[in-house]
């Protein structure tokens, strides 16, 4: 079973930066999985893509208007994705849930879930 467990949430004021850790232990993960990334939900609002990052290759894919400010990445040797988030927005603020599937870079359904981290942007 693979378990992924994110880290670096925190508060920080707009027009900051935090970056997303998120570890995937199991070492049948690329297995079972192709993509790994992330979604959020703000308060009071529904679950959205934010990006996803295929391990084979690295090729990245983005939720509409986050890229550009958001960059996904990966470290295959330690099984870990990231995600760096720059110029934040207090409309950014939500709980960050990394993610893991197949096909999930399109069909943006994640199949494995972390159990999210609270990332709150102060105007």
């Known amino acids: 079973q693979v378990q992924l467990v994110e880290s670096g949430g925190g508060l920080v004021q707009a027009g900051g930066s935090l970056r997303l850790s998120c570890a995937a232990s199991?070492?049948?993960?690329?297995?079972?999985?192709?993509?790994m990334g992330w979604f959020r939900q703000p308060p009071g609002k529904e679950r959205e893509f934010v990006a996803a990052i295929r391990w084979s290759g690295g090729s990245t894919f983005y939720g509409d208007s986050l890229k550009g400010r958001f960059t996904i990445s990966r470290d295959t040797a330690k099984n870990t994705v990231y995600l760096e988030m720059n110029n934040l927005k207090p409309e950014d603020t939500a709980v960050y849930f990394c993610a893991a599937g197949r096909g999930m870079a399109t069909t943006q359904k994640g199949t494995s879930w972390g159990q999210g981290t609270q990332v709150t942007v102060s105007s």
């Open positions: 199991g070492r049948t993960f690329t297995l079972i999985f192709d993509d």
